[in-house]
């Protein structure tokens, strides 16, 4: 089955705001770059930010929790570490390489999603680590990227009688021209993009952060529920480990062998 590559997305900071690529050097066992590779860790989630370790997503702000994180429209520069937020016309700027900024910065986000005072989360540089939703299961889980067939996406959309945007599943490939569904099928099969070669791990199960709307940062469909009302089951998406390096690129063929 062959089909191509429509979206590359890269998301810096756990919760934030996605960044899109128009092409990508993947390395042999390594997942997409910098992806997940900073978090802000809840104040009571026991991380020592000196020594970033692999987390539950629960121990971090994240959309399956902080719906109102949606609001805003986020850019991370991984090279300055300054985050950029705009929230509604507001904008704002931090400078996460020092204490200062990274302090500022938790305060901002504790107030957006109505943290009281002593509860402020502290912003984690992971070095290495990628905070993904599954990187307490094993490095190789953890350096997974995540793949999305937007077929799949339309096959909801269509038996839920509106439109779902398939940026609610926060993938790393937007891929097009498979069958509904038939990416739930490749586990333990290889993929090929441009030379690049990736192996399937695994299904995503989906989690309440797809119930947010990323234009109005409310719980307005619950995602889950209604993949398995419609289809038996709550995955949407696969994740992938690189087995074979390279450049990949917006436009590029996939193939499913």
Not at 241 to 257: F, H, Q
């Amino acid at each position: 089955m062959n089909a191509v590559i429509k979206e590359m997305i890269t998301y810096p900071i756990k919760g934030l705001s996605g960044q899109s690529l128009e092409v990508v050097a993947l390395e042999q066992s390594r997942g997409f770059p910098l992806d997940r590779a900073f978090a802000f860790a809840r104040h009571d989630s026991g991380m020592d930010p000196a020594s970033p370790r692999p987390m539950p997503k629960s121990k971090f702000l994240v959309l399956a929790r902080d719906a109102a994180l949606a609001r805003l429209n986020t850019r991370f520069d991984t090279a300055t570490k300054a985050l950029f937020i705009q929230d509604g016309k507001e904008e704002h700027v931090f400078d996460c390489s020092t204490d200062q900024g990274m302090s500022d910065a938790s305060q901002f986000l504790s107030t957006v999603v109505g943290l009281e005072a002593d509860k402020t989360p502290n912003f984690i540089n992971g070095g290495d680590l990628r905070f993904t939703d599954v990187c307490v299961t094993s490095p190789q889980y953890m350096h997974a990227i995540s793949i999305i067939n937007l077929a799949s996406v339309r096959a909801l959309s269509d038996a839920v009688g509106r439109d779902v945007d398939p940026h609610r599943f926060r993938g790393n490939l937007l891929i097009d021209g498979w069958e509904p569904f038939s990416e739930l099928k490749m586990l333990g099969r290889d993929i090929e993009i441009n030379g690049v070669k990736l192996r399937v791990l695994k299904r995503i199960v989906r989690c309440p952060a797809t119930q947010v709307n990323l234009q109005t940062a409310e719980r307005d469909m619950d995602v889950p529920a209604l993949i398995e009302e419609h289809f038996g089951h709550r995955d949407m998406g696969i994740y992938a480990e690189v087995l074979v390096g390279g450049d990949i690129k917006i436009g590029d063929e996939v193939s499913s062998i």
